[in-house]
């Protein structure tokens, strides 16, 4: 499909687990579509962020002149990495390599999510994917944050925490004598593929071995392993998503001012609807304005529109 004389405009999502680009005429038609890899340049190589950042963009731009994109923007967790001149010059060179009709615009992926869920310019948003943060947001850009310190100093409540939090409850079981059952057998399974032999605490040593071999953020796919536990009433998950929803609220109204009635967008995994961590997150935010945030390629595809064609822009249809 080629694009019409207008051009048209590129939104990107790149986050710790997959990049989801977008081309969007100025319509607000959908044009063509890319997928990849991670993209977050905390928990990727510069080399492999870049590769997977071009890989989606370029798919996204399939049957169009990439020389008529008129803005785009990429939204990306991670985004203070470019402050690095290292990194910077790595991400400059695969700007400079799409071809592309413009500057591209790095956003956080905290604004490009917000954009996805609402045309209010403040608010905040609350992200528990991978990792988490709660960002302030003010004329659609981000003033300050809570938390978002990465996997080693924080994220709490994101896939990542609930994770690590499975494998240590199933530690604490292996160690304190308890019946390996429910959430603890699912971890196990997940972790070795079978029922692995030895003692109690010889299978706890092979796990903590497993986990320390492992690059730190594939604790992440422990994660809809708590929520299935929950949902079967295992009492140890319960704890662990409980928790999570009280260290996301918290880390949510921290990143507002006292009586803000501006809304609050979830983003992420670990809050979609239908999981008990968003179930408790939302109870615990009742008193707000709620909304629930569509693909953040959306949004960045949005922030581009504006850029391109001003604050009437139509939204991006998915």
């Known amino acids: 499909m080629m694009d019409g004389h207008e051009g048209h405009v590129v939104g990107v999502d790149a986050g710790g687990t997959s990049t989801r680009a977008l081309a969007v005429g100025p319509d607000g038609s ?17 080399e492999d962020a870049t590769a997977h950042l071009a890989e989606a963009i370029t798919a996204a731009l399939s049957g169009l002149d990439a020389a008529r ?13 470019l402050s690095d001149p290292v990194v910077a010059e790595a991400f400059d060179r695969t700007w400079d390599g799409l071809g592309l009709g413009c500057p591209v615009r790095v956003v956080s992926d905290a604004e490009a999510a917000f954009a996805s869920a609402t045309t209010a310019p403040d608010g905040t948003v609350l992200i528990a ?13 981000r003033v300050s944050v809570a938390g978002g310190y990465g996997w080693l100093l924080g994220d709490e409540g994101s896939a990542f925490w609930l994770g690590r939090q499975a494998v240590r409850a199933t530690l604490d079981a292996l160690t304190g004598g308890q019946p390996i059952d429910g959430l ?14 030895g003692t109690p605490l010889e299978v706890a040593h092979k796990l903590i071995t497993m986990a320390n071999a492992e690059a730190p953020i594939r604790l992440a796919r422990f994660a809809p392993l708590v929520s299935a536990a929950e949902q079967q009433g295992d009492p140890a998950a319960a704890r662990i998503t409980t928790r999570a929803a009280e260290l996301l609220v918290a880390q949510a109204l921290a990143a507002r001012e ?39 390629e959306l949004g960045a595809a949005w922030l581009a529109a504006v850029d391109a064609y001003g604050e009437d822009a139509p939204r991006p249809q998915p």
């Open 184 to 197: 603890s057998a699912t971890v196990l399974a997940e972790a070795f593929g079978e029922s692995p032999s």
């Open 129 to 141: 994917g991978t990792g988490s943060i709660a960002a302030r947001i003010r004329k659609r850009r």
């Open 258 to 296: 006292p009586g803000e009635d501006t809304p609050v967008v979830l983003v992420g995994s670990v809050l979609s609807q239908c999981g008990p961590v968003a179930r408790e997150v939302r109870a615990g935010l009742a008193d707000l304005d709620v909304l629930g945030s569509a693909d953040g």
């Open 30 to 46: 959908m044009l063509g579509r890319g997928r990849s890899g991670g993209a977050n340049p905390n928990s990727h190589s510069p």
């Open 69 to 81: 994109t008129r803005a785009c923007v990429v939204g990306m967790a991670g985004a203070s990495k």
